[in-house]
């Protein structure tokens, strides 16, 4: 299974969390493509890979499916989630509401700053010292790092991580960074979705619509 | 031209930019491929789309590329853009140095905290109130509106911004938002991007890399 049928299961599970959190029972790949702006046909096919999850004539049962969803994409376990970089963008990560609506735990943020240590979000995720990382990790499981620090120092922490033993990294400083092999690294880079907008602005075509 | 052709676009025009910040003059497909982890085929057959940009034994002349794809996607005059909320997230995105690498101008932020009016970001974007977002758009020209508010109150300031006559939205709540047609919205769901870390963790396949 590609990151790009990952990529889709997770909207899906984000569709079925609203359906689920309206009250609603059953949903068929109709009426989920119709009200989220989603593909019936590739909604099923992707299904379909997982086993049979639909019932002919009911379509899927959104509890069901949510909870098969939420086991493939590995959340049917906390994941622990450590922000490096404690600035106004790893302040608005560690409180993201889509991070913890979805059962990730975001045990700290660490910061090189050492008047920063001590305070916390205003969520109350507490800000430690970058020095004291290893040692955190060592000690806690951390499952994912965000590396949410200035482009300068984003490959030296991007090492201290590796190094730490953290195998997932999801990366919103701009730039390449280089991983070994083993380790992935997710790139956010939020230009990229502001130039697909520009772009329709200068075209001003048919694209119209949700993306 | 699809949209998830801009998105490639984009990815190559950061590429681009590296090089030439590094004072590389021309650059092959596949030179371009193998260093930025992209394919060399698909860079060939997105290029090839708008013209002859390569030349046979040289490659690319990476400042020409770089215009002519600032052209295509609509970054060769200054897009206005306008970041709703004056939140963590809000601050983060009125100084993230990719916009404004790009030459996206951050005009400013709206908020609806009368407290945060006329304070500034760091990097210097002044905070107005959102009762005065409609004035500012008719006096100034804004391209494209950013939503960083609390998702309780996105349908609104969507609803806000639309009838001021912003044509183009990037969103950064969660949940479905509503936009009538000729109106582009683009959703940033960053939990679909922690979703497939915790997929990789999971699996723990082959599935290491860049993405």
Same mark, same amino acid.
């Given at each position: ?48 890979? @997982? ?16 909870? /098969? ?30 991070? /913890? /609506?979805?059962? @990730?735990? $975001? ?19 507490? $800000?430690?010292?970058?020095?004291? @990382? ?25 090492? %201290? ?15 390449? %960074? /280089? ?10 880079? %939020? ?7 520009? @772009? ?12």
């Amino acid at each position: 299974m590609s990151e790009l049928t990952a990529g889709r299961l997770s909207v899906y599970l984000r569709a079925l969390n609203a359906l689920d959190a309206a009250g609603v029972k059953t949903v068929s790949s109709k009426a989920l493509a119709e009200q989220f702006h989603l593909n019936a046909a590739q909604i099923r096919k992707d299904l379909a890979y @997982f086993g049979e999850f639909g019932i002919r004539g009911v379509g899927y049962y959104v509890k069901d499916l949510k909870r /098969q969803l939420r086991a493939i994409l590995g959340l049917d376990r906390t994941v622990r989630v450590a922000v490096i970089g404690a600035g106004n963008l790893g302040m608005a990560l560690a409180d993201y509401p889509g991070f /913890q /609506q979805e059962g @990730f735990a $975001i045990v700290g943020m660490f910061d090189a700053d050492r008047a920063k240590v001590g305070r916390r979000s205003k969520g109350g995720v507490p $800000i430690f010292h970058i020095d004291t @990382f290893t040692d955190y990790v060592a000690r806690e499981r951390v499952d994912i790092a965000v590396i949410a620090v200035p482009a300068e120092a984003a490959q030296s922490v991007v090492d %201290l991580v590796v190094a730490a033993g953290i195998r997932a990294i999801l990366n919103f400083s701009p730039g390449t %960074l /280089q991983v070994p092999p083993g380790v992935k690294l997710k790139n956010v880079d %939020l230009t990229v979705s502001m130039e697909s907008l520009s @772009f329709f602005l200068a075209r001003g075509e048919a694209a119209d619509g949700q993306a």
